[in-house]
């Protein structure tokens, strides 16, 4: 593993701004994927409020019609059990009202005339009125005729005051019991039309009946409507107070020959908007804290990294210092010495590398080129360094590096570590200034039989150094007795080679 980390620190950290815009970007993302969400959620829980109240008050409007007109239809089944007589009207129509107390009046119109009225005092002057030859009752009459259906007309005013619903149907009667028979046009070929039967019904008692205003202590605007007979347009028949939404959800009453419809919506609207400004609000608060937490919780990771990377790297060179050293050759130690090598396997050595004459280059050029040389050297023996290796400075220009080499035949130094020791040996060039320098390494590769010799108050990892250190400084020692042979050779003529290690 490569310990060094020059091109480390020229990458960009990242600042807090950022760190804070991109977590609140995040944060308020999520924020509005969970507020649309609920906002559904709600959406869905309201419609189906709205369809239940919707379907159940439709449902129960068509019932409750069609429960009115089993009236007519009992009267007209008594009229056609009688042949035609009316004797027991009056009878029945009393036990009529009492049953269906919104009843206001129960009429007979025999040949389309209205000839029986009850309750007779309040309701005699509808006597005699023609129902086929009324402009405004004729042709809901004669669909009464032609369909042999209960039919609806209104609501509408009345004469006496109010707002009333008529229901009627048309009576026919077999023709052999028709001694004359009136209104040819209206035969068939086996019965014939006796006349209506009509109920009006107070059309306030109804809707008191149907509790419409249940959905408005439900929270539901609503408006019960139809098609006009006349015009054909919309036409409210009643409606909350409150005024519906845009989106409405519309239910179909059909009731005998007619359709209503009702209208529904919630009154605070399908979101709650007072609701959704406090949740945005809410959640824009709670993001902005989540992300000024979050940067500051990275910030603070951030400042613990590289201190933790301060007190375990150089400050120079940045390589790891002595203390970490320790650590990780004494991890490498024991995995070497757990692994079973082969004969052309890589093993482990432990290499010590120093300068040759690097204070000459301090007191030459100044300790700001000394710094740049062990700066470039610790990127150069960086860069050497294959996976679970490591190189550390120890101090001045002293450095440990761990290597994985194949073991020569020989007692000789290993193929790459002379490679290395030529790369580190190449030319410097600092601030304009070309170095040459010489680099001296003692290696030792730890072997157990080698710890008996250990003292007992040292680690295996300083034993280990401590050899290293010594093959170091002989081989540095003689890299000097070379020198020195050197200039002597020089001063007595002779001109020799001399190789340094």
């Not at 807090?16 to 509005?32: D, E, K, N, Q, R």
């Not at 209205?114 to 023609?130: L, T």
């Not at 005729?145 to 509408?156: A, C, E, N």
């Not at 209208?263 to 605070?268: E, G, N, V, Y």
Request: charged share 25%.
């Amino acid at each position: 593993m490569s310990n060094f980390a020059y091109d480390r620190r020229k990458r960009k950290r990242l600042k807090p701004a950022y760190v804070f815009m991109a977590s609140l970007l995040a944060t308020l993302f999520i924020a509005g994927c969970f507020l649309c969400y609920s906002s559904k959620q709600e959406y869905r829980v309201k419609l189906e409020r709205v369809k239940i109240y919707g379907n159940y008050f439709s449902q129960k409007t068509k019932l409750t019609f069609e429960n009115f007109a089993q009236s007519l239809h009992i009267l007209s089944r008594v009229i056609t059990w009688q042949n035609g007589k009316t004797d027991l009207y009056e009878e029945i129509a009393e036990h009529l009202i009492q049953i269906i107390p919104e009843t206001l009046n129960i009429n007979l119109a025999k040949n389309g005339i209205v000839s029986h009225v009850y309750p007779y005092e309040r309701n005699k002057n509808a006597m005699g009125h023609n129902l086929l030859l009324s402009k405004t009752r004729k042709e809901e009459a004669r669909l009464a005729i032609t369909t042999r259906k209960v039919t609806i007309s209104g609501p509408f005013k009345l004469v006496q005051g109010g707002t009333g619903l008529a229901f009627r149907q048309a009576v026919f009667l077999p023709k052999t019991n028709a001694e004359t028979i009136p209104n040819t046009e209206h035969l068939t070929d086996n019965e014939y039309f006796w006349g209506f039967v009509l109920i009006t019904y107070d059309f306030p008692k109804i809707l008191e009946r149907l509790k419409y205003d249940e959905l408005s202590l439900a929270g539901f605007s609503w408006n019960l409507w139809r098609f006009s007979p006349s015009t054909g347009k919309k036409e409210t028949i009643i409606s909350s107070e409150t005024q519906l939404n845009k989106n409405t959800e519309t239910f179909e009453i059909p009731i005998q020959n007619a359709t209503w419809y009702l209208d529904i919506s919630p009154k605070s609207g399908w979101l709650d908007r007072k609701n959704l400004f406090f949740e945005i609000t809410v959640y824009s608060i709670i993001c902005i804290l989540l992300s000024l937490l979050l940067t500051i919780v990275i910030i603070l990771k951030t400042k613990n990294k590289i201190i933790e990377r301060q007190s375990r790297t150089d400050s120079l060179t940045n390589l790891p210092n002595r203390n970490w050293t320790y650590k990780l050759l004494r991890e490498a130690l024991i995995k070497h010495q757990n692994s079973a090598y082969r004969n052309d396997e890589p093993i482990l050595y432990l290499c010590m590398l120093d300068f040759n004459d690097f204070k000459h280059i301090n007191d030459t050029y100044g300790h700001h080129i000394g710094d740049k040389l062990l700066i470039e050297f610790a990127k150069r023996i960086s860069r050497c360094l294959l996976p679970e290796e490591f190189a550390a400075r120890l101090g001045g220009d002293e450095f440990l590096a761990i290597f994985y080499c194949k073991k020569p035949d020989d007692d000789s130094m290993p193929t790459r570590l002379q490679g290395i020791q030529n790369y580190l040996q190449q030319p410097y060039l600092l601030d304009g200034i070309s170095c040459i320098m010489t680099v001296s390494i003692g290696y030792v590769s730890p072997d157990k039989n080698v710890l008996q010799n250990k003292p007992r108050q040292q680690t295996d990892e300083e034993f280990f150094i401590d050899l290293a250190d010594k093959v170091m400084y002989h081989n540095k020692k003689k890299y000097h007795q070379g020198r020195e042979n050197q200039e002597s050779e020089k001063s007595g003529g002779l001109n020799q080679q001399i190789v340094s290690i």
